[in-house]
């Protein structure tokens, strides 16, 4: 084997899974997939919750944008909730077909 098969090798192989049916490689890349949908979802009920802050601190007092905070922060956190309840459930379901 070359210099270069040998790295293509190391470099390679480690990120591909290890898996020898369909069903496997299945399992590991919706795994995957969630695990990326997951982290979307918690960066984006990140953001709102930053979002809804910046709105509750530079409302000064203006009714509108108070009820708008709120109405951020309340979606912020239902979408983190759900967004991890969603994962727990998947995840286990993944896990058990395993």
Do not use: H, W
Not at 31 to 42: M, N, P, S, Y
Not at 76 to 95: D, E, K, R
């Amino acid at each position: 084997m070359n210099p270069i098969e040998e790295l293509t090798d190391r470099l390679i192989y480690p990120i591909l899974p290890q898996c020898f049916g369909f069903i496997e490689c299945f399992i590991y890349y919706a795994g995957k997939i969630i695990q990326i949908l997951f982290l979307l979802v918690l960066v984006g009920g990140v953001i709102s919750l930053l979002y809804a802050g910046f709105l509750f601190v530079s409302g000064g007092g203006n009714e509108k944008q108070l009820e708008k905070a709120k109405k951020f922060i309340v979606y912020g956190i239902i979408g983190v909730i759900v967004g991890t309840l969603s994962f727990v459930i998947i995840s286990a379901v993944l896990n058990t077909l395993q």
